[in-house]
């Protein structure tokens, strides 16, 4: 499929075939293909939990979603996906690669950092999975674990407390799906977005 093509069918795809399990090649493609994501320092303070197993995807959202009726009904979907990948950053990585001799650091001092680069370059190779999930002929889903769930995520995972959970990936087979209310918005236009040599003042400021 022609890249422009690929990222022009992405979408955030909330329903699945639960008959159709995400091939083992696949799989592995998805995977290899997010290590090719971008990383600070070549750091690659990355870690990446696969679900697969029925039981462990319960194990899942039982721990990391809340038990209220929003996101029940908005999950009565979302549990059909044969594959969750749970997309993790590591700072501590960041910071001891930034404190080597070549970087010219002497400390791991975070306030070096104008932004968490250990979050962002997680979420490149969480995009890179999202777009090659369409290349492959699949649907995905980017979604947060809400804080108050975290400790429970981590617990029964066994999740070291030096990985942070930046979201979670459902995969598989797309399945006639309810539009998002987010969708209705529609895409803004790249002359409501882009600043091109001065930042302009509009609605947002």
């Not at 093509?5 to 008959?19: A, F, G, H, I, S």
């Not at 039982?62 to 908005?74: F, I, K, R």
């Not at 990948?85 to 001799?101: C, D, F, G, T």
């Amino acid at each position: 499929m022609e890249f422009r093509e690929v990222v022009r069918r992405r979408r955030m795809v909330r329903n699945y075939d639960p008959d159709r399990p995400v091939p083992a090649e696949v799989r592995e493609r998805i995977l290899e293909q997010a290590l090719h994501a971008p990383s600070a320092g070549f750091s690659q303070g990355w870690g990446f939990l696969v679900l697969e197993e029925p039981a462990d995807r319960d194990r899942f959202w039982a721990a990391a979603t809340p038990q209220t009726d929003v996101w029940q009904e908005w999950l009565t979907n979302m549990r059909h996906a044969p594959l969750i990948i749970v997309p993790h950053s590591n700072r501590s990585i960041y910071l001891e690669r930034y404190a080597e001799r070549d970087k010219g650091w002497t400390d791991q001092d975070e306030a070096r950092w104008p932004v968490p680069f250990w979050h962002i370059d997680t979420g490149f190779a969480s995009l890179l999975m999202l777009l090659t999930a369409v290349d492959e002929g699949l649907g995905a889903c980017f979604f947060g674990i809400p804080p108050e769930r975290t400790a429970a995520y981590r617990a029964e995972f066994g999740v070291p407390e030096e990985y942070t959970p930046v979201g979670a990936i459902s995969v598989g087979y797309r399945a006639p799906d309810h539009q998002s209310g987010s969708l209705k918005r529609g895409r803004k236009p790249v002359a409501e977005v882009v600043h091109r040599g001065q930042w302009r003042r509009g609605k947002l400021g």
